[in-house]
């Protein structure tokens, strides 16, 4: 018996020796190893993403920001929800997804959670990206309020960039994907700085899926991205885009763009470019004004016309044929087949006539064609930019020693055809010669800031110190503003600033259409005030379906929209540029005043000093007119006419403009068709005369 006792006290002992040894061992030959194993597991280091910054327009609008957003998932684990948990409230849980998401019905979100409990998932998608405000409400959720170890509810946090005035120079402003390193506009071009620099720190696992951060001297703090001030004011923006819009819908051209820019420092103030969708719908897609390089047509002239007048042989009184004419056995034709007549070099500019003005580049340059490409490199047309965004379209300025160079090259040339630029390198033209020859940079950014404060400014960058001499450009500059006074671009001249600047129209297929129809291309370059130009602006409308296809039709219209938006608000405050009442009253010319109701319309003329000789009723709509001509002032100052709106009667809309007119004639129950744009010179119904509800009127603008 005391055999078996002692075998069981010597396996006893045995067994603990063995336990000491291992201990032992643990702690003085594995403890290390170990204990570095086990921080492994409950430790780890994580990136801390840095805040990426915001741009910013002029006029302190955001134009992209980063916001957080939130995917919702569900562990439906039996561990996690018990099964009478998840009975009890699938059906309250799924009636209310669908009072949030309403597209998605109760029974469907019951079928896919049941789905999902079946096969065990512990992370199943319920919604992608959710905002703040959607995550607190279904915080409140049944089950969802018990959390993620007793309700399941995960909730994983990313950022989403956001533009907040967006479609507004949704393409200029772009976009960046960090882990494809693709992107476009500011987003792409400024990544650098907007990124900032991501941080680090030390996490402990306290339970299982849950870490929490822990401080110490290896813990780096990140730092946030810098801020962008745009040179874009949003206000102009809007009236860019709408304008924009309005016209390639209304004429269904396959896109359009418009940039406006200051004249002095080359600050972009405006630019849209909208692209045609199958549905009909245009949208910001891509940026033609900075990466489309096409044949310009006419806008080109004002290029010829500094390199023919540089050259010193002719000037804006020498005679030119227009209508018809051949060069070397190929024929060139105005839009006016017949033409003009022998006239003016000045007065061919104002028609825009194709002969006219290859006419006499072809008599200037064709025993040297390499002196006017030469002069056209001076005014660095051959060069791009520099526009701070990526993908700028590099211009084509043909060469003789080019295998394409023909005789034919100088006179299409001269006309817009066989080169090609962007409209912001055309653009850049304009400016120069409203700038006394100074060809600036564009630009889109004013500075870089970081914590409110600037950390690098942008100034103003000159290209060309001068791109011909001051005679040439007094010479071009008086043609501009004559092409808007007399010319193709007359539908301008009554604003009460001066305009100066050149309409294209291009034909896109004539190389190779094949009895296609002819598609267009329209445009209108310029600047104002003329007499001292604070702004230019480009408008190209590419492949309109409708019936207009003239650049005088098409973007001079657009221009003047934006420039009359500019030149209420941006100049108000300029001497040099606002309206001065004082001085054209000591003219007797009075601004044209626009019909509306009499009450709204006395206020504003008290509010500007500007006489009325008579009571006006406060609910009448009114045409207030300053003599017979609309000009002049009249005696004891503006008149007022009534429009009459007596039912069943014909009201005299004459002089109203397009939408004052159509809303009068619309409540009248009328039918209205409009032919051409501004103001209504005639109407198919004399005033006065019966009318029924549901009768067309034409109205003929001017």
Known sequence: MWAKVYLVYAFFLVFALAVIVRMAIVMFVEGKDLLARSEEQSLRYEEVKAVRGNIYAANGSLLAASVPVFEIRMDLSPKVVPADTFRRYLRPLCDSLHAMYPQTSAAAYRRDLERARREGRRNHLIKRRISYDELQRMQTFPLFRKGQFKGGFIVTESERRSQPHSPLAQRTVGSYNVETGYGAGL????????????????????????????????????????????TIDTRIQDV??????????ENEADHGCAVLMEVATGRIVAIANLTRQADGRYAEQINYAVGESVEPGSTFKLASAIAILEEGRFDTATTVPTGIMEFYGRRMIDSRREGYGDVSFQEAFEKSSNVGISYLAHETFHKNPQKFVDYLYGMGLNEITGIEIPGEGKPYIKNPKDKSWSKLSVP?????????????????????????GRMMKPRLVDEIRSGGKTVKKYEPVVLQDKIASRKTLDMVRGMLEQVVQNGTGRSLAKSPYRIAGKTGTAQINYARRG???????????????????LYSCMIMITEPHKRHVYGSDLAA???KEIADKVYATLLKDRPEGGLNIADLAAKGRYPVSAAGYGGDLQRAF?????????????????????????????????????????KEVMPDVRGLGARDAVYILEKQGLQV??????????????????????DKVWLELY
């Not at 299409?412 to 006394?436: C, D, F, H, K, R």
């Not at 008579?614 to 009534?642: L, N």
């Not at 068709?673 to 549901?694: D, F, T, Y």
């Open 673 to 694: 068709r409009l032919n051409g744009s501004g103001r209504v010179r005639r109407q198919s119904v004399e005033a006065g005369q019966p009318i029924r509800k549901n």
């Open 515 to 533: 009895g296609e129809k002819m598609l267009y291309r329209a445009s209108f370059a310029g600047y104002f005030p003329a007499e001292k130009p």
């Open 557 to 559: 219209p657009v221009f």
């Open 606 to 646: 008290s509010a500007l000093e500007l006489p009325v000789n008579a009571e006006v009723e406060e609910t009448a709509f009114v045409r207030m007119t300053a003599g017979s001509d609309g000009t002049a002032a009249a005696p004891g100052g503006y008149q007022v006419r009534t429009v009459h709106r007596m």
């Open 187 to 230: 987003e792409k071009a400024f990544n650098a700085d907007l990124e900032g620099v991501s941080g680090r720190r030390l996490t402990q696992r306290v339970a299982k899926g849950v870490w929490r951060p822990i401080y110490n001297e290896e813990t780096i703090e990140p730092q946030n991205g810098k801020d962008i001030v745009t």
């Open 240 to 249: 860019a885009h709408a304008a924009l819009e309005r016209c390639v819908r």
């Open 412 to 436: 299409w040339m001269s006309i817009g055809y066989e080169v090609q630029l962007t409209p912001l390198q055309i653009l850049s033209l304009y400016n120069a010669v409203a700038n006394g």
